[in-house]
Every structure is written in structure tokens, then in C-alpha cells.
């Protein structure tokens, strides 16, 4: 058996024969690993990875307008009519879209399913993204008492049954007919704290919209998206419509324009993923330096426990010398010795991850969104990997090389 093998085989057994030296390393680092490799996660799937179900996400803006309720909340006095109209205005400059997203609950032969309920466009998978998996694209002449489902919907309420169009189900009392079946949409924010997978969406004809009376009520819900194609729409823009709303229909409206001015009302205009995740960025930039210097401070933990091993392996290291052996080849036996270790504690903390994640929701109390997207991927995987090779260099060429000098 090899030199080297012989470092390895030595320090799988360490793991069992000298539990002093294994088990701080395992339950520091692997404990410590887990805290880091959530924060990984989270930057790697909400802040660098692209939404999963938009395309071509930096030319998708939301647009809105939206005037204070309060010091700290602030409420968009878009509807469907109004986003009409501005379609109407601005159609050079590219596609418009709008929908609601709220909780609600469908029966299916009787059996009642939880779900997301989207109120949408019908050029919604057109102008933001999804896929139609079967069935008919929404469009203005089917679209009356008709729903499309989700593929969680489809696959819990319907069992993947292939002839789902045509079938019934029940929503606040009314009997929708499916006419397709969608993918899942997981990039929008929720006005409660749930989201499901398992989804409806009713559709709309958005020109259509414009011809109908003014409403006199704001619920707020509506999420006006605008498509870039030729030119970007911006705030200027948004207020320059206003303007002309508010005299083409200013008999309608009445004391309501007042109302709306009086309110401290804003225009805005940003990317869609801005809209989802700029206010947490920051907060994931924090945690994720506040991880890096826990992780430092373990390996500085753990590099005075191998201080105190390499020391009582003075003599061995001296004995190894004389026998011939270079201070290379011994620097890389103490390193394979350590190897086995440290890929346990990697593993041990990625699973530690993995089951972080799914308490997330519990442990950020609602305060972080989109946390449905936070997985262990390949990019988790090889921060752990990296990670606990490079303290294993580190502890390598720190301790074992001065005991090697001095031997």
C-alpha cells in the first residue's frame, strides 16, 4: 500500500479510533457549515439564478402608481381599466399585462383543494412567461366561465388525467370548465402569507377592459406589468397619463381625483425581479458576511485543537524524516489524513441545509420572500466542497509545517 493511501486509510479510521480530534471537528464544523450553506442558498436562488418562470426578465418592468394610506404602506390606484388605457397609450413602446393574486379554494367531485387564485391577462404567458401544457391558450373568445389549472392542481385534483378539458369545478358556487393546463407560477408575491402550487387562473381580454365603467373602489391587488419590445416606459410617462386620465374622465372620477392627489401619490417603474427581491438583497448580503466571519472564527477554533494533536506527533513526524521523507510529502499526508473528515463535515452540513430550508418560512417569521425557491444546487454543493478543503489547507500548511521545521 502506497504512502498516501496509507494517509487516507489512517484517517477514515481516525474517525472512529480517535473521537477527541473527529467529533469537535464534525460538530463544529458541519453545525457551522449548515448556517453558511443556507445563507449560500438563499444569495444563489434569490439573488443571482434567473426567476425560474419569467423570460427574459431585464425587459419585464412592473408599473404602478400608488398613493399613501399611511407613514408605511402604500396602496396602487391601478385597475384594469386603467392599465387598459395606458396599454392604449404606450403600445409602440411594447406589451402589456396585469394580473391578481389571492387565496382562495376550489371543489373538485366534492373534494375541496386550497389554491392560488390568478385573475390575469390573457396575453399573461405571452408577455411574462409559463407554458401551456395542454389544452387551448387563453384567449377573449373562450375565456367566459372557463379556467385553466395548474399542473400541482392537475396532478392532486385530477390525477395527470389526460382528458381534464371539458371537466368541472366549483369556485364560490360557480362551475368553471377546464380548458388547459399551465405550469406552475411561483415569481409573484402573495397579499397573505400563503402560496400554493396548486393554482387557477381566470382570464381577461385587457383591451377589452377600457370600455368599461370607472370604478370607484381601490382594492390595490392589481400588478400592472409593461413588456419592453421597442422602448422602455418610465415614471415620466406614467405621470403623463395620469394627467390625460384624469381629464378624459374627470366627470367620473369627481371628488376621487382630489382624493388621489391629496395622498402623496408616486409613479414607478423597475424590473419585475427588482420588485420581488430588492428590499431583502441587502438583508442577504448581511447574512452572508455574518456566515463568513463565523466560518473563520470555527476554523480558528478548530486550528487550536490541531495544535494540540500535531504537537503530541512531533516525534512521529521526526521519525519520518530521518526514514527519508520529504517535508512535501508529509505536509500532503497530513492533508489526506484530515480529508476524510472534513468531506463528512461537508456532507453533514449540507444536510443540516437542507433541513434549514425547510423550517425557513418558521424561522424568518414571513420577513424574507420567495423562499419556495431556496434549494440546494450545484452551486451550494461546491461552496461546501471549497470550503472545507480550503480550512483543510489552511490547518495543513499552518501547524504541520512548523512542527516539521522544527523536527
Avoid at 368553471?176 to 408575491?189: A, E
Avoid at 400554493?196 to 381601490?218: D, V
Avoid at 420577513?367 to 480550512?391: H, Q, S
Wanted: charged letters at 15%; hydrophobic letters at 45%.
Amino acid at each position: 500500500m502506497s504512502f498516501y493511501l496509507r494517509a487516507l486509510r489512517h484517517g477514515v479510521l481516525r474517525l472512529f479510533t480517535l473521537p477527541r480530534l473527529s467529533l469537535p471537528i464534525l460538530i463544529t464544523l458541519s453545525f457551522t457549515l449548515a448556517a453558511v450553506l443556507v445563507v449560500v442558498a438563499m444569495s444563489s436562488n434569490l439573488i443571482f439564478k434567473p426567476l425560474p418562470d419569467i423570460k427574459d426578465e431585464q425587459s419585464l418592468y412592473t408599473i404602478n402608481r400608488t398613493m399613501a394610506v399611511s407613514d408605511d404602506m402604500r396602496v396602487s390606484i391601478f385597475t384594469t381599466k386603467r392599465l387598459a388605457l395606458l396599454a392604449e397609450q404606450y403600445k409602440q413602446y411594447g406589451k402589456f399585462a396585469g394580473f391578481q393574486a389571492d387565496e382562495s379554494a376550489i371543489k373538485v367531485d366534492e373534494v375541496a383543494y386550497p389554491v392560488s387564485r390568478f385573475d390575469a391577462s390573457d396575453n399573461f404567458m405571452t408577455v411574462v412567461g409559463g407554458e401551456l401544457l395542454v389544452g387551448e391558450r387563453p384567449s377573449q373568445e373562450h375565456s367566459q366561465n372557463a379556467v385553466w389549472i395548474s399542473q400541482s392542481l392537475w396532478r392532486s385534483a385530477f390525477q395527470n388525467n389526460a382528458n381534464v378539458i371539458g371537466q368541472t369545478l366549483q369556485l364560490e358556487g360557480q362551475s368553471l370548465q377546464v380548458r388547459g393546463v399551465v405550469t406552475d407560477f411561483s415569481s409573484f408575491l402573495s397579499e397573505t402569507d400563503e402560496k400554493y402550487a396548486q393554482q387557477i387562473w381566470l382570464y381577461y381580454n385587457l383591451a377589452e377592459q377600457a370600455s368599461k365603467p370607472t370604478q370607484m373602489t381601490i382594492d390595490g391587488s392589481l400588478q400592472p406589468l409593461f413588456r419592453k419590445t421597442q422602448q422602455a416606459i418610465t415614471t415620466s410617462d406614467i405621470e403623463d397619463f395620469w394627467l390625460q386620465y384624469y381629464q378624459q374622465e374627470s366627470e367620473q372620477l369627481g371628488p376621487m381625483k382630489q382624493m388621489f392627489e391629496s395622498m402623496n401619490p408616486e409613479s414607478t417603474a423597475v424590473l419585475y425581479r427588482d420588485s420581488l427581491m430588492a428590499e431583502q438583497q441587502t438583508m442577504i448580503w448581511f447574512l452572508l458576511a455574518a456566515v463568513t466571519i463565523l466560518l473563520i472564527m470555527a476554523s480558528l477554533n478548530l486550528l487550536n485543537l490541531f495544535i494540540a494533536h500535531y504537537q503530541q506527533r512531533e516525534q512521529e513526524f521526526a521519525t519520518h524524516l530521518c526514514m527519508g521523507a520529504t517535508r512535501n510529502k508529509l505536509l500532503v499526508m497530513s492533508f489526506l489524513e484530515n480529508l476524510s473528515t472534513f468531506l463528512l463535515a461537508a456532507v453533514l452540513g449540507l444536510l443540516g441545509a437542507a433541513w434549514l430550508i425547510r423550517i425557513l418560512p418558521i424561522i424568518s417569521g414571513g420577513n424574507i420572500e420567495m423562499l419556495e425557491l431556496v434549494k440546494i444546487d450545484a452551486v451550494t454543493i461546491l461552496v461546501a466542497l471549497v470550503a472545507v478543503l480550503t480550512i483543510n489547507l489552511f490547518l495543513r500548511f499552518y501547524q504541520p509545517s512548523n512542527l516539521i521545521k522544527r523536527s
